[in-house]
């Protein structure tokens, strides 16, 4: 017992330098105000100091902060959720109005207790945060909301400019790291929503360390491509606590440049592979041309008219 706890230490580039100055108070202070949820927070992600504290960035968890999921691999909290909060998407836009966030990240818990899976209140958000922070680019971060073609068009219909669905593993362990969501029916996902919008960028994630094989890896990454999808996250599985899966082991920071060069050989448009790599971390330089023109046509736009009511003071 003593050999594995010595070999599954944490190794020294996975430590985190903790950044508590005032822009991650700041942002904490506005989440708490705004009666908000981050994945930052309830997923424990190490990157929230490096995200709060020098980015300025975060990902809203809306839906609430209860899953109505298992997986065994994440540390949100699990039960039976409360009603739903139809407000929720204008304390959004309002935070990210005074955060004056450039490009914002939405995510949420799953919700099978919902028709839809959630799909309205995602659309209802980007729509709040588009007439609020028109010139705020918006990546979402759903369920795979069972698969209903009609709630991924509901969604789809308020035009994210990246949409995500994260696989999480390879095809082998889903059954042992996800609760409900299949392997097949995150792809179906992601073809679907690129067949709703060819031009949006499609985006997913797996986590590598819980015993997955380089074959396995390479098929992921296949499978993903073979569906359509632009851009692949890779990051190091981290225990959030005893009771959550076991870490098999801790990939090296070269193994997760090699990871990234054969991504990118094979096809995808960007990948981010790195031991502490999330779904939304550097998640603003992966948006499209379109958007980052449309995101600088408004910035551009938004100075002109500040330097028209300067000069005419």
């Known amino acids: 017992m003593k050999k594995r706890e010595q070999i599954l230490r944490k190794p020294e580039w996975l430590k ?12 904490k202070h506005l989440m708490r105000e705004g009666r908000l949820h981050t994945v930052c927070e309830e997923a424990k992600c190490p990157n929230i100091h490096e995200c709060w504290g020098s980015r300025r960035t975060a990902t809203f968890m809306i839906l ?41 990240v939405v995510t949420a818990v799953a919700r099978d207790d919902l028709k839809d899976g ?51 593993t390879v095809r082998r362990l889903t059954k042992k790291v996800r609760a409900i969501a299949t392997y097949d029916r995150s792809l179906a996902v992601l073809r679907k929503v690129k067949e709703a919008s060819p031009a949006t960028p499609t985006k997913s ?21 073979a569906n359509h999808v632009d851009i692949m996250v890779i990051g190091q599985y981290l225990q959030p606590t005893r009771k959550h899966l076991d870490v098999v082991r801790y990939y090296r920071p070269e193994e997760f440049e090699e990871l990234r060069e054969i991504a990118l050989s094979k096809g995808f448009r960007h990948c981010v592979s790195g031991p502490l790599a999330r779904t939304s971390y550097h998640a603003d330089e992966q948006v499209g041309e379109e958007s980052r023109r449309r995101h600088d046509a ?16």
Do not use: Q, W
């Not at 609020?132 to 209903?148: A, F, Q, R, W």
């Not at 408004?298 to 003071?313: A, C, Q, T």
């Open 298 to 313: 408004l910035v551009e736009e938004e100075r002109r008219e500040d330097s028209g009511r300067l000069s005419g003071r």
């Open 118 to 168: 959630g799909a309205y209140v995602f659309a209802e958000t980007i729509r709040a945060i588009r007439r609020k922070v028109p010139y705020c680019t918006i990546e979402v971060l759903p369920s795979d909301m069972k698969g209903d073609e009609e709630s991924i068009h509901t969604l789809m219909d308020a035009k994210p400019d990246i949409f995500d669905h994260n696989i999480e």
């Open 205 to 225: 994630s797996i986590m590598v360390g819980l015993g997955e094989t380089k074959e396995e890896i390479m098929e992921a990454m296949d499978d993903l491509l």
């Open 64 to 104: 609430g902060n209860i899953c109505t999921r298992g997986c065994r691999f994440c540390a949100v909290r699990t039960g039976r959720p409360t009603e739903l909060d139809l407000m929720e998407p204008e304390r959004v836009a309002d935070s990210v109005e005074r955060m004056k966030l450039r490009h914002v």
């Open 16 to 27: 985190i330098r903790l950044n508590t100055n005032g822009d991650f108070r700041g942002i």
